[in-house]
């Protein structure tokens, strides 16, 4: 082989390849204008649902958005043809087969996105959401009727025929101005001769696709929650792409799958097991429902009358539902971070109690055990269940508020407070839009200041806050907030402490979190004193000083009540021990008349119980230990009794008993809101659209 050769064969192969991948990226191009297409047409259809201006910045916003959920679809339907093309570096001959394949492989797509985008409005305006779970729901055993309805409803016929004329004319377009083969320059081709130039363009080749996928260059790939960029809803929706939003009805489909799998179910006999297990720690016998009926939230077992008010009933209630805002800080030993200090006044001046545990060890799961309950929820569907806090507080007259630091979508935010009954729901976009971290969160403080300055007050309300600053990312300014955490004194370094700038990064933000949380309770105080506030937290924080935290330094998290006019007279009693699911029957005992019925599987905190506990996720807390049930299962003593291990001998009895209540309270609540779903799901099938949530009735 000639030295000539030896040069010009590589540089061949990599020109081949090099013009397949222009002309991916071509076809690229057109799928991004083929999607911006349909974007339109959703603009055009919901134009009506847009009333108020939208300034520029939401627009941009919005389109910006658009184009990265656009970019993630494009690049990797555009994947096969990518890695294609990168492979004639080998096999160079199969170029005129990729040129057919992509063209193939446009088509389909050019037919798929009219005909999604038509279905995807009809959907909407049908269900008011883009492609759910509920799609396929809806079509089984129902597809008749589905076609039906579409067709008489709906112009069936007329829009597919639209449908595949519009897609006709966009792939004649396609194939006139995107189609046709790329041809270098010889200035290209010369330049391409070196080796150092064709590594570059591989790269560079490389980077954008990965950028196409992730649809950002930052390190946090383009998610659903970056849609939420208005407080217009309708355009938020319409930021999405109608393939993505397929893509997450197939997720939530499984997700579906998973909760309603016939392996959950809990056998009769275990279920018997279990409520004799609950009746023994609510000191009261539990019996199964009478005449084998199933177990539902109108059982006697869960059924609480309200004593009345032991002072003045509150005219607002505050529950601030803080970001892993957990309960070692608050403990001696660690004082001397000064992490909590005005939550520990609050604490000294209210009412504290550090024996408790949060409902799961995720935010969401969380949320929903402390505002649903119960645990083990379907966190894609939630209803007004008994024992919710939202609706007995509605049922008290008092309007609900979720009042969110993070955006609508994160979690399914907006929809699934809807779902539980909220009368008003803020988040990011309703409050800032954009947000002011690289997520799209709030800082407290604007959040605390939304939630005082910005909503009335002129009736008793509920009002439920969501932080989110002492979370990634640590974007608070904390020198100016005042914030900083100075380095870490001797006796609080320990061997195995994980980095002490990073720690110190998070506490900042843990201490930003408490200042604010506590300056605004203290605020609306003096406003309004004859009020009630809660600040917990929503789980551990995951940011103790070692990886491996001790039980409970790894999982409980503060209750603080505050309000000296209407907590007058009251004290936790001295074995007080709570969780979550607890805090409904303890704000309802101090809001509601007496005479009042409610459910609730949790206790009222200020009344002494003679065996209390708390259920959490992996872990079960008394008086005086708390238990881990993750491997290796271990039972400590509190911190503040010693904090040591118990023996074999001595741990083995209230391990068992432990996974006995941790069992019980997660598949009674799991079959209970199983069964109340599974019912609302039979109505809404057979009504064929989505029903408000219906109230419970007592």
């Not at 979190?513 to 605020?523: G, Y």
């Amino acid at each position: 082989m000639s030295e000539h050769e030896t040069v010009t064969a590589p540089q061949s192969r990599f020109l081949t390849s090099l013009t397949s991948q222009l002309e991916n990226a071509k076809a690229w191009s057109f799928l991004i204008l083929l999607f911006f297409a349909s974007r339109l047409v959703w603009l055009y259809v919901t134009r009506h649902e847009l009333s108020a201006e939208i300034a520029t910045a939401a627009w941009l916003r919005f389109f910006l958005a658009g184009f990265r959920i656009d970019s993630v679809v494009a690049t990797y339907w555009m994947l096969p043809c990518l890695v294609w093309a990168a492979l004639l570096c080998l096999v160079p001959g199969t170029a005129p087969p990729l040129r057919r394949f992509r063209q193939v492989w446009i088509a389909v797509i050019t037919v798929a996105t009219p005909i999604l985008t038509f279905m995807n409005l009809g959907y909407y305006a049908t269900f008011g959401n883009v492609f759910d779970g509920f799609l396929f729901e809806f079509f089984e055993g129902n597809a008749q009727d589905v076609l039906w309805i579409a067709y008489h409803d709906h112009g069936l016929v007329s829009k597919l025929l639209l449908s595949l004329l519009v897609s006709g004319g966009l792939f004649v377009l396609y194939r006139r101005g995107f189609a046709q083969p790329v041809e270098l320059s010889a200035t290209s081709t010369q330049l391409f001769r070196r080796r150092l130039p064709r590594v570059a363009c591989s790269l560079v080749c490389l980077v954008l696709v990965v950028i196409g996928l992730r649809g950002t260059f930052r390190s946090r790939p383009t998610q659903r929650t970056d849609t939420s960029v208005s407080r217009h809803r309708v355009l938020n929706l319409g930021a999405l792409n109608p393939l993505y939003n397929l893509k997450t009805a197939f997720q939530l489909r499984r997700q579906h799958e998973n909760y309603f799998s016939e392996d959950r179910l809990v056998p009769p006999t275990r279920l018997d097991d279990h409520l004799a297990t609950i009746g023994a720690s609510l000191d009261q016998n539990v019996a199964a429902s009478s005449a084998g009926a199933p177990l539902t939230f109108q059982h006697p077992a869960w059924q609480r009358t309200a004593a009345g008010p032991p002072t003045v009933r509150p005219d607002h209630v505050f529950v601030l539902f803080l970001e892993s805002y957990d309960s070692w800080p608050f403990l001696e030993k660690y004082r001397e971070l000064g992490l909590v200090e005005e939550g520990r006044r609050l604490g000294q001046e209210g009412r504290i109690l550090l024996n408790y545990l949060p409902g799961a060890n995720s935010s969401v799961k969380s949320s929903l055990v402390t505002l649903q309950g119960v645990y083990d929820t379907y966190s894609a569907q939630q209803q007004c269940l008994p024992t919710s806090l939202v609706c007995n507080f509605e049922r008290l007259g008092y309007r609900t508020r979720s009042i969110n630091g993070f955006v609508s979508q994160w979690g399914d935010a907006e929809k699934s407070a809807t779902d539980q009954g909220f009368d008003e729901v803020y988040c990011t976009e309703h409050i800032k839009p954009g947000g002011e971290t690289s997520n799209l969160q709030l800082h407290d403080r604007t959040l605390f200041e939304f939630a005082a300055e910005q909503l009335p007050y002129d009736a008793p309300t509920f009002n439920y806050i969501r932080s989110s600053s002492y979370h990634g990312p640590w974007e608070v300014d904390l020198e100016a907030e005042e914030c900083t955490v100075p380095p870490f004194p001797e006796a609080i370094r320990t061997p195995g402490m994980r980095d002490e700038t990073l720690l110190r990064t998070a506490y900042g933000h843990l201490k930003y979190t408490d200042k604010v949380a506590v300056a605004f309770v203290r605020k609306m105080s003096k406003r309004f004193p004859n009020s009630l506030f809660v600040l917990t937290g929503d789980h551990y924080g995951r940011n103790f000083l070692t990886p491996a935290p001790p039980p409970y330094e790894g999982a409980s998290v503060p209750l603080i009540l505050y309000g000296p006019k209407v907590l007058a007279g009251l004290e936790f009693p001295d074995n007080a021990t709570g969780g979550h699911v607890d805090l409904g029957p303890t704000l309802l005992e101090l809001a509601a008349p007496a005479g009042f019925r409610y459910a609730s599987l949790g206790n009222n905190l200020f009344q002494r119980h003679e065996q209390p506990m708390a259920v959490g996720e992996q872990f079960v807390l008394f008086p005086d230990t708390i238990v881990s049930l993750r491997q290796p299962r271990q039972c400590v003593r509190l911190p503040w009794l010693g904090g040591e291990r118990l023996a074999p001998a001595a741990a083995a009895p209230r391990i068992e008993r432990a996974q006995q209540l941790h069992d019980a309270y997660h598949g009674v609540s799991y079959m209970m809101a199983r069964r109340s779903l599974e019912a609302a799901q039979d109505v809404r099938v057979a009504e064929g659209r989505q029903s408000p949530p219906a109230r419970p009735a007592y």
